[in-house]
Each structure stands twice: as structure tokens, then as C-alpha cells.
């Protein structure tokens, strides 16, 4: 079983729509988690972290379940800029940090 | 402030050949990350070193592969000889923390072809 997995998509969801991401993980060890966003042809880079409580960060909601050993990215009113692959990330019981394989997201007016 | 520098940002090759990609690190930054991505295993960790010192290679493919970093704000990832299957998108980060678990901040990619 894979550290990290993620269903690779692609989300077709037109402007404004909301669309969620899940992301399941198999070390239970695992203390740190992020959402990092790579557009095409580009460079990964960090979207937010992941706190136990959940936090929000303007149109995107973060959320952890330990119990369930997964975590959720929210997009509420998709802009055709969210357009991107979304990397679920996890760091704790390794001393580095472990990336899935994406998530795509194309938005389309 | 300038990010993470990586050249070339293209390098195209015929096996066999030596290659070597190169990074500068983010200033005051003191870990820095290879990192190579497929289409086919995605984003895996080469080697990092924290204040010029590598900690973990085991990312390391094979005996191909060396990294180096000269001083604290350049590092040289060298494949000899080269194979068409090290084809990738390289990668380098740099952090300002001691852990290899914080936040990292990636250079733009340098784009192998190996042919």
C-alpha cells in the first residue's frame, strides 16, 4: 500500500463550484501534514498546512482525521486560477517529507 | 528576495554522458533538498543536507548519482554516466529549519531528457 494516496482526477467543476479532495495515509505516525499546489510545468509550492482542528485560509478549509487516517482539501467558489495539481503531503514517522501523487483540478468557465 | 535558482533549466543529453544540475539555496537558508518527479513514481526525495553535511541519501538511486554542496549556499547534483531512464524533472528546496519536515520552498526544476 502506498504512503500517500490520492485519487488523481482530473475535477472538471465549472467557476464557483465547491469541490473537495481527499488524501488517505497508512502510517499512523504521521504528526505533520500540508497541501502543496504545483501548476503545469511548475514548481511545488506550500498551499496550507493541516491542523488537527481544521483551519481555513480564505476560499480553502483544511481538515484531519486521525481516526480515519485522512485529510481533505476544501475549495469553495473555484476560480479558474485554482486550476493545478493539488499534492497531499506528510511529514512525522519518517524524518522527511512524504508527497502523493496529486490531485488535478481543472476549472472551466 | 530572490527563491531557490536551478540551471540549467533544461538539459537534454545522450546516455552515457556526465550531467550536472545546480542549485543556490534561498539566503540564510541551511537545509537544502534533491528532489526528482515522474510521470510514473512522482515526487521522491534524492538526499538532504543540513549546514553543508548530507543527513539522509537513501533516496539516492545507485552509484550514478552524486550531490555535493560546497558551501552553504550551492549544492551540485552530478548523474554519471547518465541512462535514459533518469529522465525526470529535478528539483531542488531549500528550508531555513533544521528539520527536514518544514516547510520547503522549491526552485523552479530542472527538466532532464536523457536520451
Known amino acids: 500500500r502506498k504512503e500517500v494516496e490520492q485519487d488523481p482526477g482530473p475535477f472538471n467543476v465549472p467557476e464557483g463550484a465547491t469541490v473537495a479532495f481527499n488524501c488517505t495515509y497508512s502510517?499512523?505516525?504521521?504528526?505533520?501534514f500540508f497541501w502543496y499546489r504545483q501548476d503545469c510545468r511548475k514548481e511545488p509550492k506550500l498551499l496550507m498546512s493541516?491542523?488537527?482542528s481544521g483551519n481555513e485560509d480564505g476560499r480553502f478549509t483544511a481538515q484531519l482525521n486521525r481516526a480515519s487516517q485522512y485529510i481533505s482539501l476544501l475549495i469553495r467558489d473555484s476560480k479558474l486560477s485554482d486550476s493545478a495539481t493539488y499534492l497531499c503531503?506528510?511529514?512525522?514517522?519518517?524524518?522527511?517529507?512524504?508527497f502523493g501523487a496529486g490531485t488535478r483540478l481543472a476549472v472551466h468557465p | 528576495d530572490a527563491g531557490v535558482i536551478q540551471s540549467p533549466r533544461h538539459e537534454v543529453t545522450e546516455m552515457g554522458q556526465e550531467v550536472t544540475l545546480r542549485c543556490k539555496l534561498i539566503?540564510?537558508?541551511?537545509?537544502l533538498f534533491w528532489y526528482r518527479q515522474t510521470m510514473m513514481r512522482g515526487l521522491e526525495l534524492l538526499i538532504y543536507?543540513?549546514?553543508?553535511?548530507?543527513?539522509?541519501d537513501s533516496g539516492m538511486p545507485e552509484d550514478r548519482f552524486s550531490a555535493k554542496m560546497p558551501n552553504a549556499s550551492f549544492s551540485t547534483l552530478k548523474i554519471q554516466p547518465s541512462e535514459p531512464r533518469d529522465s525526470a524533472v529535478y528539483f531542488c528546496?531549500?528550508?531555513?529549519?533544521?528539520?527536514?519536515?518544514?516547510?520547503?520552498?522549491f526552485g523552479p526544476g530542472t527538466r532532464l531528457t536523457v536520451l
Open positions: 528546496a531549500s528550508s531555513d529549519s533544521d528539520r527536514a519536515t518544514d516547510t520547503q520552498y
Open positions: 502510517n499512523s505516525a504521521s504528526q505533520s
Open positions: 493541516v491542523y488537527s
Open positions: 503531503v506528510l511529514a512525522g514517522g519518517y524524518n522527511k517529507l512524504i
Open positions: 539566503s540564510g537558508h541551511n537545509s
Open positions: 543536507f543540513n549546514n553543508n553535511v548530507p543527513i539522509d
